[in-house]
Nanobody, 128 residues
Framework: QLQVVESGGGLVQPGGSLRLSCAASGSNLGYFAVGWFRQAPGKEREGVSCISIAGYYTNYADSVKGRFTISRDNAKNMVYLQMNSLKPEDTGVYYC?????????????????????WGQGTQVTVSS
């Protein structure tokens, strides 16, 4: 059973950067696509970015394009989300999730739905 744990959240000023990490255990993360999601207070959870199993395909929400970068290191069972030029509207709890069938370039429905294995989340607060 795959388990994922997020880390790297915190308080940062607008314009700052954070790198979130998603660490996997219990199975080889290399067999799973991974997505990052976030949920702001009072709002629904939204997909932020996803990366395919081998890392050849990535997808980003329009709101983070050009600022966030997703990457993976299958040898370390890790996925990362580098977040630059952070804005107050990026505030929220960030979750990583994994699934073997997600983030398929040819299936847009798979980018941010159908994930089975979720972490507990890490808080990101962007504020001056």
């Amino acid at each position: 059973q795959l388990q994922v744990v997020e880390s790297g959240g915190g308080l940062v000023q607008p314009g700052g950067s954070l790198r979130l990490s998603c660490a996997a255990s219990g199975s080889n993360l290399g067999y799973f696509a991974v997505g990052w999601f976030r949920q702001a207070p009072g709002k629904e959870r939204e997909g932020v970015s996803c990366i395919s199993i081998a890392g050849y395909y990535t997808n980003y929400a329009d709101s983070v394009k050009g600022r966030f970068t997703i990457s993976r290191d299958n040898a370390k069972n890790m996925v990362y989300l580098q977040m630059n030029s952070l804005k107050p509207e990026d505030t929220g709890v960030y979750y990583c999730a994994a699934d073997t069938l997600a983030c398929d370039k040819g299936d847009s429905e798979s980018y941010y739905s159908g994930y089975e294995d979720w972490g507990q989340g890490t808080q990101v607060t962007v504020s001056s």
